[in-house]
């Protein structure tokens, strides 16, 4: 007889224990492993339909209201000047009242914070909010989609048109869309450069054929970008693109509100009619008529479960609701709701107490105190810069027996956009004085002024105890001679030679 064999796979655990002789008699074939696989897959046309419900009208309302902002915005005058203007040449970027120099730059990397940390915010609590409807690709992909299907119809139209052969009734239509899709970008082209140069001067330029060669360059281009994205490439920039989606994950956990299937009430899907009762027939309310993949920009099935495609526009929420009203069945079966919530069923009230956690909490909080700190930053903003340093060049001396002189570079600025008048002292050593200033100083409006500054200090005061030799700290003081409040106290040394 002959002795058993043991076989072991690659782990070496023991799977059969047969004859040598039935081994023998056994062929196993070997089936080749490799496989090829395409780094990119090949775009597949989306044709979303047109959709109405609650989150439809939000993100319409967001639509409307960052597209004014962006191209009104830089029509708004203040002071005579555009409102909103960053003018790079100037190194002046002007908001409302506000003039900011390269020195404000502080200011930037706040912005930049709490930029960050309101997405973070949001997207721990219910995910992709940002992309789903403030995201420009998804504002301008949803303006030419509208453009879209005004022209060529809704999606079946659209379907019927791209699969007809070419004919002059399609190419007039064709045609008609493309030029409304340009149109659209360039203006947006110009309002982007409008941001920076100013736009009424922008828009005489444009029409004399006087444009800079920057100008025109930067129009084309944001002008091209947004009609390659909106109108050509829509799904594939927030797929292959951006990088939000790849790293948002980092931000869900089980307590972040997703667009979600509800699998327990949806399956087993099936098609039936409105008079059928789907639990007599073993069915779930999903009736498979495959809305939700229909109206879905980037083409996916939800019912798949969330994946890194979706946007969280929340268009198969308000499709699938459509279809539960016309069959009598309860709205929600796709819905905002937590990994948490669908898995112990919580109560809605349960799952919102969930949702603002701790985690949330941290967020919102550290939002607001920056926000308030910066807002404070902003109203109590000193208009008037001082900097001030001994002149490497001019050593300290004697200029009168008794007099001891050092020479410094004041800079003065005034950001204000008013002429001021400044007075300058300065304190620290008995009888410390300026010298050769008339005073006071006159600037302009948004100038910056240099000056020679000398001071003389006795090395003997009348009354006092002379200097000793070496440096000696002083303070410096500039200030506005019709506002107390705009002042400036700056330190450095002041030098008694040996």
């Excluded at 927030?238 to 699998?263: E, G, H, N, W």
């Excluded at 819905?335 to 969930?354: D, S």
């Amino acid at each position: 007889m002959n002795a058993p064999v043991i076989l072991e796979d690659r782990e070496t655990r023991p799977t059969a224990v047969i004859s040598a002789a039935a081994r023998a008699r056994r062929v196993i074939p070997i089936q080749p492993t490799s496989e090829e696989v395409a780094l990119y897959e090949i775009r597949k046309t989306i044709h979303p339909r047109a959709v109405h419900g609650w989150f439809a009208r939000w993100r319409w309302t967001f639509v409307f209201l960052t597209q004014a902002v962006f191209y009104g915005v830089p029509w708004l005058t203040w002071n005579g000047r555009q409102a909103v203007l960053f003018d790079l040449g100037a190194r002046k970027f002007y908001l409302f009242g506000g003039v900011f120099w390269p020195q404000d730059v502080i200011y930037l990397s706040v912005l930049l914070i709490i930029s960050a940390l309101s997405l973070f915010l949001f997207t721990a609590i219910a995910g992709r909010l940002w992309c789903g409807y403030a995201c420009p690709q998804t504002v301008y992909t949803e303006i030419f989609m509208w453009i879209e299907r005004k022209i060529e119809g809704d999606r079946l139209a659209r379907v019927r048109l791209d699969a007809a052969p070419l004919t002059l009734d399609k190419f007039v239509i064709k045609a008609l869309k493309h030029t409304a899709w340009f149109a659209v970008a360039l203006w947006t082209g110009y309002t982007f450069v409008g941001y920076f140069t100013p736009i009424r001067d922008l828009g005489v330029a444009a029409i004399t054929w006087q444009l800079g060669p920057w100008e025109l360059f930067w129009i084309l281009f944001y002008g091209i970008a947004t009609y390659g994205n909106a109108g050509w490439l829509r799904e594939q920039v927030c797929k292959y693109m951006c990088p939000y989606a790849r790293f948002q994950s980092v931000m869900f956990d089980k307590d972040t509100l997703v667009i979600t299937y509800d699998r327990a009430r949806g399956e087993p899907r099936g098609g039936r009619s409105k008079a059928v009762d789907p639990r007599a027939q073993g069915l779930g309310d999903c009736v498979d008529c495959n809305i939700c993949v229909q109206v879905c920009p980037t083409g996916i099935d939800i019912r798949k479960g969330l994946q890194y495609e979706c946007i969280g526009c929340a268009a198969c929420i308000d499709g699938c609701d459509q279809v539960m009203d016309k069959m009598g069945y309860p709205k929600g079966l796709i819905r905002y709701t937590t990994e948490n919530a669908l898995a112990q069923g919580l109560t809605p009230r349960a799952m919102w107490k969930r949702v603002f956690r701790l985690r949330t909490l941290l967020y919102g909080a550290g939002l607001m105190v920056i926000t308030g700190v910066a807002a404070a930053s902003l109203a109590m903003r000193n208009p008037l810069k001082v900097d001030i340093i001994r002149d490497r060049g001019a050593l300290a001396r004697e200029t009168i027996p008794g007099q001891i002189e050092n020479v410094y570079r004041l800079q003065v600025m005034n950001t204000e956009e008013r002429a001021r008048s400044y007075t300058i002292s300065a304190a620290g050593l008995p009888g410390l004085a300026l010298a050769g200033l008339e005073q006071p100083i006159e600037l302009k409006a948004e100038s910056t002024k240099l000056f020679a500054l000398r001071l003389q200090a006795p090395l003997e005061p009348p009354g006092g105890v002379a200097p000793a030799a070496g440096p000696h700290k002083i303070e410096l003081t500039v200030q506005a001679v019709d506002d107390d409040k705009v002042v400036r106290h700056e330190q450095s040394t002041f030098i008694i030679p040996r």
